[in-house]
């Protein structure tokens, strides 16, 4: 089984010794994170390389030597190790192959109009920040809340609906957005992240193994700036073009996600629920760079709770955006729009 699963994935092992070898069932993909490889491994050598290809059950390793690769077969083919953080124990299967080489591992740039600004508020203030949201007010509050099968949500400003996907603009919710938001968003007005100030603010909050389903926000409802604040954890956000090129993104913690142009109207941003992400080993929790731009240097990251405030302005005249086939202001004269939120978005 094991040989057949390294045929499907392209992989060419050898009967010799080399100096590299493929390690099945110690990937990013089945829950080995980088930590735990390196500390297995290492007991038989120096190492040169070691690839973690995102989502695989396999892995690469090259020796310095031969002989460090061969002590590592003999140790490790077949031996049971327990995962680190579910306990659950696996068996390695151990190859030797000729080179340690990924297929379709091109590094990616960021969707373009899409920008993510670090630090943008202190400590502090997301402190703040986090503690102006009461959970616990009743629905008939004033403000629009929601548990949604996959997150907490809160709107301000205006309730954005998730069975149209869009905002009911002659019904604002008393109130307005919080008074706290006021010092962000002129930040983002001055340093010139957004042009107009925000009249619609939702606020998500995952659990880890929780997210949100791809979309793009309706074109009708919003303008075209869309910002999203990160607090309290980092995630991975994934984006994908019509033409099926995703692009996963980090966004650390107090850092801004800015959604414009193409990135805004024609790719679909969302979150996968799961409890851990893929990410760059190097810089853990500062690196904005998308996640296979170096993929010799992944690992898996435990998901924290997350809280995000995105806001939006809402739309009063239709979108005349250059993007017509996914624009719903221009439907009728191209072909149909896709939703923008699948229906079971909802309890
Ligand atoms: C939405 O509420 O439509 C989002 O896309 C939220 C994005 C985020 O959590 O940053």
Same mark, same amino acid.
């Given at each position: 089984?094991? &040989?057949?699963?390294?045929? &499907?994935?392209? @992989?060419?092992?050898?009967? &010799?010794?080399?100096?590299?070898?493929?390690?099945? =069932?110690?990937?990013?993909?089945?829950?080995?994170? *980088?930590?735990?490889?390196?500390?297995?491994?290492?007991?038989?050598?120096?190492?040169?390389?070691?690839?973690?290809?995102? /989502?695989?059950?396999?892995?690469?390793?090259?020796?310095?030597?031969?002989?460090?690769?061969?002590?590592?077969?003999?140790?490790? #083919?077949?031996?049971?190790?327990?995962?680190?953080?579910?306990?659950?124990?696996?068996?390695?299967?151990? #190859?030797?192959?000729?080179?340690?080489?990924? +297929?379709?591992?091109?590094?990616?740039?960021?969707?373009?109009?899409?920008?993510? @600004?670090?630090?943008?508020?202190?400590?502090?203030?997301?402190?703040?920040?986090?503690?102006?949201?009461?959970?616990?007010?009743?629905?008939?509050?004033?403000?629009?809340?929601?548990?949604?099968?996959?997150?907490?949500?809160?709107?301000?400003?205006?309730?954005?609906?998730?069975? /149209?996907?869009?905002?009911?603009?002659?019904?604002?919710?008393?109130?307005?957005?919080?008074?706290?938001? /006021?010092?962000?968003?002129?930040?983002?007005?001055?340093?010139?992240?957004?042009?107009?100030?925000?009249?619609?603010?939702?606020?998500?909050?995952?659990?880890?193994? +929780?997210?949100?389903?791809?979309?793009?926000?309706? &074109?009708?409802?919003?303008?075209?700036?869309?910002?999203?604040?990160?607090?309290?954890?980092?995630?991975?956000?994934?984006?994908?073009?019509?033409?099926?090129?995703?692009?996963?993104?980090?966004?650390?913690?107090?850092?801004?996600?800015?959604?414009?142009?193409?990135?805004?109207?024609?790719?679909?941003?969302?979150?996968?629920?799961?409890?851990?992400?893929?990410?760059?080993?190097?810089?853990?929790? +500062?690196?904005?760079?998308?996640?296979?731009?170096?993929?010799?240097?992944?690992?898996?990251?435990? *998901?924290?709770?997350?809280?995000?405030?995105?806001?939006?302005?809402? *739309?009063?005249?239709?979108?005349?955006?250059?993007?017509?086939?996914?624009?719903?202001?221009?439907?009728?004269? +191209?072909?149909?729009?896709?939703?923008?939120?699948?229906? =079971?978005?909802?309890?």
């Amino acid at each position: 089984a094991q &040989h057949t699963l390294m045929r &499907h994935e392209g @992989i060419k092992c050898v009967s &010799h010794a080399t100096q590299s070898l493929v390690v099945a =069932n110690a990937g990013l993909g089945n829950g080995m994170s *980088r930590q735990q490889l390196l500390r297995i491994l290492e007991e038989y050598g120096a190492m040169e390389t070691l690839l973690m290809p995102p /989502n695989k059950p396999y892995s690469f390793v090259k020796y310095r030597t031969t002989e460090e690769a061969k002590k590592a077969f003999n140790a490790l #083919n077949g031996k049971e190790v327990t995962l680190e953080d579910c306990d659950q124990n696996i068996v390695l299967y151990i #190859n030797f192959v000729e080179k340690v080489s990924l +297929q379709n591992a091109v590094p990616t740039s960021l969707p373009p109009g899409l920008m993510v @600004i670090e630090k943008i508020i202190s400590p502090e203030e997301e402190r703040r920040m986090l503690e102006s949201i009461d959970w616990k007010a009743d629905e008939d509050t004033q403000n629009a809340q929601k548990t949604l099968k996959h997150r907490r949500v809160k709107h301000f400003g205006y309730e954005f609906r998730y069975d /149209n996907n869009n905002v009911d603009k002659d019904k604002p919710l008393p109130g307005g957005l919080p008074e706290i938001c /006021n010092p962000f968003l002129e930040k983002c007005l001055k340093q010139g992240y957004i042009k107009h100030k925000p009249d619609q603010l939702t606020v998500n909050q995952y659990e880890p193994g +929780q997210g949100i389903p791809p979309h793009t926000d309706t &074109h009708s409802a919003f303008e075209d700036e869309i910002i999203s604040l990160s607090l309290g954890a980092e995630i991975v956000m994934d984006f994908k073009h019509p033409d099926g090129h995703t692009v996963a993104i980090m966004l650390p913690r107090c850092s801004l996600l800015v959604m414009t142009g193409e990135s805004r109207y024609l790719w679909t941003h969302g979150i996968t629920p799961r409890k851990y992400d893929v990410v760059q080993a190097s810089e853990l929790g +500062q690196n904005v760079r998308t996640i296979t731009a170096d993929v010799g240097d992944l690992t898996l990251n435990r *998901r924290e709770t997350r809280t995000s405030f995105t806001f939006r302005k809402v *739309r009063r005249s239709p979108c005349n955006c250059i993007y017509p086939s996914v624009c719903d202001s221009q439907k009728g004269q +191209q072909r149909p729009v896709q939703p923008s939120f699948p229906q =079971n978005e909802m309890e």
